[in-house]
């Protein structure tokens, strides 16, 4: 959220948090599927800063939405890969889930804390700003010149302020949870009483909001989805780390959430985008909750996601 380094945040917050409530720092005011399936449901009720339980996996096929030329995936993600992925994800102190799709072949996997309901920190910006283009649309109009700077401020800078002003913009929580329906998200509610960052939401449902910014399956336009990936691939260089760990060249596109929560001193860390890997086009969201510092989450979260990218490629 605030455009400083990792440790350099963790420092700031601790002082934060001695004397105030960091919750409402950074949230107040507003502070994917086919051929390979890989299931794992886990508890929504167990507490954050418990240990994850260890999620048994269970593999099914499925048809990529529309034929397409590419190679048919494997039925199954292969066990060796699975049992990395298991691995990473038994590694979260809190709860952690992944949903992440091959464009390429269709393949996707849906793995981890599945009906736990995550905080969404500094990753609803992408859903924020995905509502407004939206809106902006449906009027026959476009974002004006200071909504295109403060979306740039939103996502490149991860700016708290310039989210107030569009989340504000867009009709709070009720104009997000009207345009995420319409977008097919059915696990996601905005935050209540301008509090978007406690905007709550699940890794599968992630995923299908960057199916509308990545894919033309999308109720964005071209123009929108160009523009939305443009801010995306330009976040500034100490918020470059998440997701695109799963990658095997330097061009993706991301955001990433963070948030320490100010009633278990715990950190939320998520991180939603696409990736190249081998050629191959990923969409990968990873969100968890419960994680000791923010860099044991960022740790979590690109291990799982790197995990889940290899069962993708996966031979059966």
């Not at 990529?64 to 990473?88: F, I, R």
Request: hydrophobic fraction near 40%; include cysteine; charged fraction near 15%.
């Amino acid at each position: 959220m605030w455009s400083r380094s990792r440790t350099a945040i963790v420092c700031v917050v601790a002082g934060v948090l001695a004397v105030s409530d960091t919750t409402a720092l950074l949230a107040h005011r507003g502070s994917a599927h086919a051929a390979i399936s890989a299931s794992a449901p886990a508890s929504a009720s167990a507490p954050a800063s418990a240990p994850a339980a260890s999620p048994s996996a269970t593999a099914t096929p499925s048809r990529p939405a529309a034929a397409s030329a590419a190679p048919t995936p494997s039925d199954t993600p292969s066990e060796a890969g699975m049992d990395a992925l298991k691995a990473a994800v038994a590694q979260a102190h809190g709860q952690v889930s992944v949903a992440a799709v091959d464009l390429t072949t269709g393949a996707s996997v849906d793995y981890g804390a599945q009906g736990h309901a995550f905080v969404t920190a500094s990753i609803a910006k992408l859903d924020i700003l995905a509502t407004l283009l939206l809106q902006a649309q449906e009027r026959g109009g476009s974002l004006t010149s200071s909504q295109r700077t403060l979306a740039t401020s939103m996502i490149e800078h991860s700016d708290n302020d310039a989210a107030n002003s569009l989340y504000t913009a867009i009709g709070a929580h009720t104009g997000l949870d009207a345009a995420n329906k319409r977008f097919g998200l059915t696990a996601t509610h905005g935050g209540s009483d301008d509090y978007w960052g406690l905007t709550t939401t699940t890794a599968a449902d992630q995923l299908t909001l960057l199916r509308q910014v990545f894919t033309d399956s999308s109720l964005l336009s071209a123009a929108s989805r160009t523009y939305i990936q443009g801010l995306l691939s330009q976040v500034e260089s100490d918020q470059r780390w998440g997701v695109g760990a799963a990658g095997t060249s330097d061009s993706f596109e991301l955001k990433n959430g963070w948030l320490p929560r100010s009633t278990t001193g715990l950190w939320v860390i998520n991180s939603t985008g696409r990736v190249d890997r081998d050629g191959h086009q990923l969409l990968i969201s990873v969100v968890s909750d419960g994680n000791p510092t923010m860099d044991q989450g960022v740790d979590l979260i690109e291990s799982v996601a790197k995990a889940a990218a290899a069962v993708l490629g996966q031979p059966s």
